[in-house]
């Protein structure tokens, strides 16, 4: 089974969002859900855009390239981003071509 690490921002690209998900379109909108509620980070930041994404074969894995990614700079999740989305739209997973 794949297993997603994702990374969301916000609208002004402030602030990054990495989590792990078997289930990448329900995720977005339980993030999408949580938009405003102070209590969750992805709603106090209103971070529900998809900017990155990537396919880990399983939750092991996955796992660990969040812990990862979260441990890197700034700098170079931003760079990772624009690698693999260079204009950093919104990717919608139904017409992304990557």
Do not use: C
């Amino acid at each position: 089974m794949a297993v997603y690490v994702y990374i969301l921002t916000n609208q002004t690209q402030t602030v990054l969002y990495i989590g792990v998900t078997n289930d990448l379109t329900r995720r977005l909108y339980e993030h999408s859900s949580d938009r405003g509620d102070a209590g969750k980070f992805t709603g106090r930041y209103q971070t529900d855009l998809l900017v990155y994404f990537e396919i880990a074969p399983d939750a092991t894995q996955a796992i660990e390239r969040e812990k990862q990614l979260k441990g890197w700079t700034r700098k170079k999740k931003d760079a990772l981003i624009t690698e693999f989305n260079p204009t950093w739209q919104a990717i919608d997973l139904e017409t992304w071509s990557g």
